[in-house]
């Protein structure tokens, strides 16, 4: 089999609902953080600054009760994604999760799933002079979601390129996503899979990104990668 290597956005891909959706509506209502989002949307703030807002108002003491959280309301994973990781395993293709979620929380979610490495923003819990509690963002980097999803895959060609193999020998890059920030690694990646009909399907056809596989849950995608194992 031709190698290849997965790389998957996490919340509303591996995830049905959104994880960050959910803490932040605990702790300021829906309505406020839908005022933000559209802020964003309309361009009048900046993704980091809207965002940093919303998790700072986040008065959670520790991640596991974050977790708990999620539990509670039911947040699961793509009704095929146990069968996805384990046609990952057994071809022993690595899956790397790039989000602009927050990393303590994707790894706490991704636990009970080995083979599986984490590209995402940090976060620690602050408790200021008055004793409240506060989330502060620690972004990877200094790009508008504060994490280039293309960088991680970028950098691999370009260490498969300083390893002496050609584009042609290089192992194959598979990219799944759903929104918007993940149109930087849908750029970057050999194949893409956008989920049916949210943000990342519409911007890959404003873009040209030709070789888009549309997805509505991970089956199609096992489905997909069997035939890759048994093609080459
Ligand atoms: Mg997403």
């Given at each position: 089999m031709r190698p290849i290597i997965v790389f998957s956005d996490f919340?509303?891909?591996?995830?049905?609902?959104?994880t960050g959706n959910i803490i932040i509506d605990k702790c300021i209502g829906t309505e406020k953080r839908i005022r933000l989002d559209d802020s964003i949307l309309d361009g009048r703030r900046s993704f980091r600054d809207a965002n940093n807002e919303m998790w700072a108002s986040v008065n959670l003491e520790t991640f596991g009760e974050a977790i708990a959280l999620l539990k509670e309301n039911k947040v699961?994973?793509?009704?095929?994604f146990g069968r996805f990781h384990s046609i990952l395993t057994r071809l022993n293709i690595p899956l790397k999760v790039v989000s602009a979620g927050l990393k303590p929380i994707v790894t706490l979610y991704m636990?009970?799933?080995?083979?599986c490495e984490i590209y995402a923003n940090d976060c620690s819990i602050e408790r200021t002079a008055d004793g409240s509690v506060s989330w502060k963002l620690k972004y990877v980097d200094e790009s508008p979601f504060g994490h280039d999803k293309g960088a991680p895959i970028r950098l691999l060609k370009e260490q498969f390129k300083a390893a002496g193999l050609s584009e042609e020998e290089r192992p194959r890059i598979l990219f799944i996503g759903d929104g918007v920030s993940d149109l930087s690694a849908a750029r970057d990646a050999d194949f893409v899979f956008a989920k049916k009909g949210k943000d990342l399907e519409t911007y890959c056809q404003r873009e040209g990104i030709s070789g888009v596989i549309i997805w509505e849950d991970f089956g199609a995608i096992c489905d997909w990668l069997e035939k890759w194992a048994a093609a080459v």
């Open positions: 919340d509303g891909t591996i995830t049905q609902q959104d699961s994973h793509d009704v095929e636990e009970s799933f080995g083979n």
